[in-house]
């Protein structure tokens, strides 16, 4: 009730700046937690996309060939399927169609993608718990040796150097814990093992 009380008095222009900003004041003395900010580890922000250069050069490329290699080449697929008239049983011309429709539904989802596209910066990568654009160093609390992974940004993934996008499940097991902490990890989905964090550096881009 008090948020949407909030709303009203900030879209209430008849109101007047002064009355406005005095009824607000009372809103926030008797409802000091509206103001409260809660901050959001940023790998669970909806609002934003972590991306590596390379990554992000991917997903432009993946767009670039979409829209000017695969929709022409649909376009005229459409023409030619549509040259051999009558629509109603033409599947060539269905198919071309339903083609089309996937493609423009992939273009706008990474238009979407893009728009909330941030560049991770090794610079601003915390090292006192894990986050995303890191290598982090672990010890295995069975075997007893040392291994690195790391976790980086949207469509980063190499299995052969134990590189993550933060969005996938062995990422988020890891996001958030810190040094010297122990973390239970699969790496197969299936067998769980433990392990100490041992070092965190920001990776390099």
């Keep these: 009730m008090a948020q ?77 399927a549509a040259s051999r008239g009558d629509l109603s049983e033409n599947s060539e011309y ?24 941030k560049l991770i910066d090794p610079a601003t990568v915390p090292t006192d718990h894990v986050s995303v654009g890191q290598q982090i160093r672990l010890k295995s609390m069975q075997a007893g040796g040392d291994m690195t992974l790391m976790i980086m940004g949207v469509g980063d993934g190499d299995l052969t150097k134990h590189m ?9 097991q890891i996001l958030g814990k810190k040094l010297g902490e122990k973390v239970k990890l699969s790496f197969d989905g299936k067998t769980e093992a433990e392990y100490e964090i041992l070092e965190i550096t920001a990776s390099v881009d």
Excluded: C
């Design 4 to 80: 949407a009380f909030r709303r009203h008095i900030e879209r209430a222009e008849g109101l007047g700046p002064s009355i406005q900003s005095e009824m607000l004041s009372i809103l926030a003395e008797a409802f000091p937690k509206l103001y409260v900010k809660v901050e959001v580890p940023l790998w669970d922000d909806a609002s934003s996309l972590y991306f590596s250069r390379e990554g992000l050069k991917t997903k432009e490329s993946e767009l670039d060939d979409i829209v000017n290699v695969k929709m022409r080449e649909n376009a005229k697929a459409i023409g030619e």
């Design 94 to 117: 269905k198919y071309a169609l339903e083609e089309r429709d996937l493609l423009r539904a992939r273009v706008a989802n990474i238009n979407a993608d893009l728009a909330k596209a």
């Design 164 to 172: 993550y996008s933060y969005q996938t499940p062995i990422a988020r």
